[in-house]
Each structure stands twice: as C-alpha cells, then as structure tokens.
C-alpha cells in the first residue's frame, strides 16, 4: 500500500477504496474476516477463529485508528454486481442514469453501468402509499354512547396525595374529558362510574 496513512471510521460498516493503485499487492480472497477495534488498536481475524489469533492491523491514534502499513493484510471490498448498487445507496437513491452524470462532475467515482436488475428495497418502499381510512356516515348519538379511556402510571415519582396513576375519559357526544386520580390500577372502574355519574 501507498505510505500515506489511512484512518479507520469506528462507525462504518466497511472499509473501501475505490482506488485499486494504492495497492502494492492485491489478492482476492474467499475467507471471512472480522475486525475489531478496542484497547488501542485494531484487530483482524478469521470469522469463526478465537480472538487470540488475532492480527494487530493499526493503532489508536488520538481520538481515531490509523492503520499500520507493515507487510499484513488489509481489506477492500469490491464485488462488480453490487457495485452499481453502492453508489446507487451513496448518492442517497439517485437513479441510475444520474450516476453517469454525476462521474463526469466528479473524481474517484467508479465507471458503472446504467444497467440495473435488482429493484432497490429502500426505493421501493419510499414510493409505497397508505390508502386512507375509509370515511363513515355513522355518528354517536347520545352521552355515554361511545368512550374513549386511557389509563397511565405507574409514574416514577408518587404524587404527595400517594397517586401513582390516572385515567381519563372522553365522551365522543359530548368532548367531555375528566381525568381521575389513581393509587391502583384496580381503581379503575370506580373511577368510570364516577364520570358516568356525572355525564
């Protein structure tokens, strides 16, 4: 690899370069990789291997890990069917014919092709639609005809009555709203007789 350093992002995902000639040698290869980072360096290691064969591949540097170019290995990522798709993501969902024209606005953005098979989930999903509820004729009718109730607690502080909880009811008829005070869940339903009661 070129001898510039490299810094490692802690909250990526993965580590890429789109640049194939910062490689002094390049191999691909077929083995699962984890890395890790903590304690002041970076690890790397066979997927499925214990830890302690893990390789020292950089070091803490500051409040970021540089990468240690000794002759180890280090990762890229490429895979030319998914590539397209990458930047597709990247560009924040641009379609696929801007990529070509952003390549030209550009440096370091790959040749892709506009040619794409797979739909993109996330596009998908942000052209669905919700139908709206369906509209009704029917209305209440009288006090007490329909009642909407919520109860909530327990509360983290106690009130200095003791109240931990309270209810509230709303008559649909009448938007009448009271809100009662609780020490019990239990209490509950002699707290809506108090409101129909009063309604």
Not at 34 to 54: C, D, F, K, T, W
Not at 72 to 101: I, K, P, T, Y
């Amino acid at each position: 690899m070129s001898t510039r350093s490299w810094y490692i992002d802690s909250g990526a995902s993965r580590h890429i370069t789109g640049v194939k000639e910062f490689f002094s040698d390049f191999t691909e290869t077929d083995e699962e990789l984890e890395v890790v980072l903590g304690n002041g360096q970076v690890l790397m290691y066979l997927r499925g291997s214990s830890i302690a064969s893990a390789k020292v591949i950089g070091i803490r540097h500051g409040k970021l890990y540089r990468l240690c170019f000794k002759p180890l290995r280090a990762l890229a990522h490429s895979n030319s069917s998914d590539l397209c798709e990458l930047w597709h993501r990247r560009m924040a969902h641009s379609h696929h014919g801007a990529l070509q024209v952003r390549r030209k606005i550009v440096t370091g953005l790959p040749d892709l092709s506009t040619e794409h098979h797979e739909v993109c989930k996330g596009c998908a999903l942000g052209k669905y639609t919700k139908t709206a509820f369906p509209s009704s004729d029917s209305r209440v009718g009288g006090v007490l005809d329909l009642v909407h109730s919520d109860v909530c607690g327990p509360m983290s502080a106690v009130s200095l009555s003791g109240y931990e909880y309270y209810v509230t009811f709303i008559s649909y008829f009448s938007r009448k709203t009271r809100i009662y005070f609780m020490k019990t869940k239990g209490q509950v339903f002699s707290r809506f007789k108090e409101f129909q009661a009063l309604v």
